[in-house]
């Protein structure tokens, strides 16, 4: 018996009934509380000052940016690399771990879902928000070429959210159903949703068997194009002609970065549902503890693919790539690159190493780091890089020179965030947020006396 | 601005006597129409029929033809016959500024985004510098080209790498793939072109539009008439020459040289040629140059 106890509690998973985690899992679905009423419009307040900047940048172009013809790509670009990043945290955790039976991350796989599906689409806005002609995004699917690196990311972002929707909804459809069963005080219409969307689940064993196969075949899947999205994104740089970019190590190390941001934020979505939703019997100290541990083998792991990136240029030091790399680390952009590297990367790993550190507060607090280290990260990948192209930047004015982002970028760039987390909020708020079907699967599995 | 529209007026007057001195083409309606009105009345002329009869015509049925720009269709694909390359004698560039006034002018752009740019380079710390003009190089491996997600941008039969910024996204991939930053972008409302009702040609280029991008574009609407573009013709030191690949042959307007002569004999290179992309501008070194360098006033250099 104490075996079996220690055994769940390893895993994570709490001695309960069946009704007592149905009522755990779905006591926050319902009618908003005043602390959410406040988070959705806060949210809402950044998200229309964000709109009202996007209206200027269509009124009068992108004038109203720092862009400029030599840095031609802005912050919009390395927000769109950072959500693409962001989003490949649904296949990490509710496929790789899942596909390695790490049974412990499971009452984290929704959670992962929703980030990634919040993720992909404000990436999708992020870069029509780039567009000088969004009027013309039809163009894409009229005149596409399938030779240029844009369209492979269209069409492999497009498969990535078709995947990762499936993924998060075919693995509610139980709990969907649980919502339209058990739950009494909801308006009619949500009721009416629930009925709806869980399209007559019955909790049959041959739905059961379906769902599962359905997961496990979506699951695999959805490792190659997750690893695809966010190799293609890097060769939107590695296959153009300019130092900085022009690298083979570019997808492996996008990839690796990808994978440690995505935990960071696993690890403050973990934080604060536990603390708002009080599921602390469900998110135990142990899920902070393996997932810092994952933070760091990912960290160490994007921390040699940084030596591999920029060790070979340099030690050469070729020309225009040496002056790049000469900015970078003794010039304007030293200390945001030494911030990302040491505080972002290096700090992480040594904090998290340390077993009595691996706690819920000192894990968010590393995880914060981590989060905006891989933000400030995509701007070095992005902006210096355009700065130094291979002729010399001569004969224009002043402010082609620099780039320092207006309010309408900050605003809009702040809007996508806010947009994220608003779908994140939405979707935990109607949904369970931890997959209670899974879980009770779980329980059963290593408890079969109790059955 | 002054100089495009007394251009303009030129051609038009060009073509007026043309019509009037009978080699000009007149509608075929405009015949038809003539012998239902041979009795009124009003000034006559003589003009050429398409099958080749000397016909005296009301000048009032005369439809005057003015240069209309070329389709979409005709645009991508090239004047036949020709292939485009300019060559520039860095031995004479002083860095008048002339090719890139003349340029503003002709493509009714503003000073801030010029097609062309005159560098300022030094090969080595112990060489003397000396001006680089530079503007798209044309090239036949275009970097632009290839990743342009809608075909906006494309390279036609003539060498020339044109853009259609009725199609253009404004993604600037091209802009960030191109490797000599011959592109430039509309990041506001482009300067408003003044009595101008021709419709767009990616061969004009004009009007320019808020959020695409434009670049050298060697001025096909001129080549169209076999006249040289602005820059060749106004550069002081006839540093620019332009010509047919195909003829063996280049000018700068006053002095004509055969281009493979021109460029065995002053050892005429491609600016990065090592990056693969085949550019079409060649340069003479700056050797036995005109004029000593003397620093220029324009901003950072």
Known sequence: MDNIITKLENIGVPVKDDDRIENDLMKHIGAPGRGIKFWVFVLLIVILIGAFAYYRQLRYGLIVTAMRDYTSWGIYISNFVFFVAVSLVGSLVSSILRLSKATWAIPLNRISEIIAVAAIICASVTIIIDMGRPDRFFNIFIYGRIQSPIIWDVIIIGTYLVISLLLLFVSLLPDIAACRDKLRDIPKWQRRFYTYFAFNWKNKPVQFESLKKITAILGIMVIPVAFAIHTITSWLFATTWRPGWDSTNLGPYFVSGAFMVGTAIIIVAMYFIRKYLKLNEYITDRHFDNMSKLLVLLSLVYLYFNINEYLGPSFKMVGVEGEHITELFLGSYAPLYWFVQIVGLILPIIILVITPLRKPLPALIVSFLVIIGAWLKRFLIVIPSLQHPYLPIQDVDESYLHYNPTWEEWAITAATFAGALLIVTILIKIFPVLPIWEIKEERKAYKPEFK | ?301
């Open chain 2, 1 to 301: 601005m002054e100089k495009h529209n007394s251009s303009l007026s030129e051609r038009r007057n060009f073509l007026k006597l043309f019509a009037a001195g009978g080699i000009g083409a007149i509608a075929l309606k405009n015949i038809l129409s003539f012998f239902n009105v041979k009795f009124e009345s009003g000034e006559k002329i003589t003009a050429l029929t398409p099958d080749g009869k000397l016909v005296s015509v009301l000048k009032s049925q005369v439809e005057t033809h003015v240069h209309h720009p070329v389709t979409q269709k005709v645009a991508r694909e090239g004047i036949p016959g020709k292939k485009f390359v300019l060559v520039v004698d860095l031995a004479r560039c002083r860095n008048a500024r002339k090719c890139i006034e003349a340029c503003e002018e002709h493509h009714h752009l503003t000073p801030d985004r010029p097609f062309i740019k005159v560098l300022k380079v030094q090969d080595n710390p112990r060489s003397s510098p000396y001006w680089m003009p530079k503007k798209c190089f044309q090239c036949d491996n275009p970097p632009c080209v290839k990743v342009c997600p809608v075909g906006a941008t494309f390279k036609r039969s003539d060498n020339i790498v044109l853009i259609d910024n009725e199609r253009c996204i404004g993604c600037r991939f091209c802009m960030a793939a191109c490797p000599y930053s011959a592109r430039v972008f509309n990041w506001g409302e482009p300067k408003p072109v003044e009595n101008y009702h021709e419709p767009y040609s990616p061969e004009t280029s004009v009007p320019s539009r808020k959020g695409t991008v434009e670049k050298c574009d060697f001025c096909p609407d001129m080549l169209r008439e076999n006249k040289l573009p602005p820059c060749i013709t106004s550069c002081p030191n006839g540093v620019l020459f332009f010509g047919n690949a195909l003829e063996d042959s280049v000018t700068n307007g006053s002095e004509t040289f055969r281009l493979s002569k021109l460029l065995r004999d002053k050892a005429g290179y491609r600016y990065m040629d090592d990056l693969g992309t085949q550019p079409n501008v060649y340069y003479l070194p700056p050797v036995d140059r005109l004029f000593p360098f003397k620093e220029g006033d324009q901003p950072n250099s």
